[in-house]
């Protein structure tokens, strides 16, 4: 478990800023709005993945 919970954490944290960084850099060029939004939508998809794996990693340490 603690191989998992030692990487789990940051790379959900590092894919949401990764998207986020992508998304605003989409949105401030003025590319295409599509994808600017889609990046967005996934930011958020990935916030929530993001906050399960955390409070799964906590719920787990703490148990131990």
Same mark, same amino acid.
């Given at each position: 478990?603690?191989?998992?919970? $030692?990487?789990?954490?940051?790379? @959900? ?8 960084? @992508?998304?605003?850099? $989409? !949105? ?11 990046? !967005? ?8 993945? @993001? ?12 148990? @131990?």
């Amino acid at each position: 478990m603690s191989v998992i919970a $030692t990487y789990a954490v940051p790379i @959900a944290v590092l894919a949401v800023f990764f998207v986020l960084l @992508a998304g605003l850099c $989409t !949105m401030l060029r003025g590319d295409n709005p599509n994808l600017s939004q889609r990046l !967005m939508r996934w930011r958020v998809g990935l916030q929530f993945l @993001a906050v399960v794996v955390i409070m799964l990693v906590v719920y787990l340490k703490r148990g @131990a």
